[in-house]
């Protein structure tokens, strides 16, 4: 007998090239700086995201849980 596994919803699904710890698709790198911010990459997110665990990337310096705001 073949069982499916339940859909996840959409939610809850995330591309294994985006990090988990962010909303959206926040790209998983050695180092993710804001676009249009002052930080040298390699990798650049456009805001704003929000963080749903923890900040690895630093994205959300004013600690209101919202990344990359400006």
């Known amino acids: 007998m073949l069982t499916q596994s339940p859909a996840l919803p959409a939610a ?3 591309n294994s090239s985006c990090d988990s710890n962010y909303s959206g698709c926040v790209p ?3 180092d993710v ?3 249009g911010g002052s930080g040298n990459g390699p990798s650049y997110v456009q805001g704003p995201v929000q963080v749903l665990e923890s900040d690895i ?3 959300d310096r004013d600690g209101n849980g919202i990344a ?3």
Do not use: F, G, H, T
């Open 33 to 35: 700086d804001c676009a």
């Open 12 to 14: 809850q699904e995330q």
């Open 28 to 30: 998983v790198d050695s």
């Open 57 to 59: 990337y630093d994205l």
């Open 68 to 70: 990359c705001e400006s």
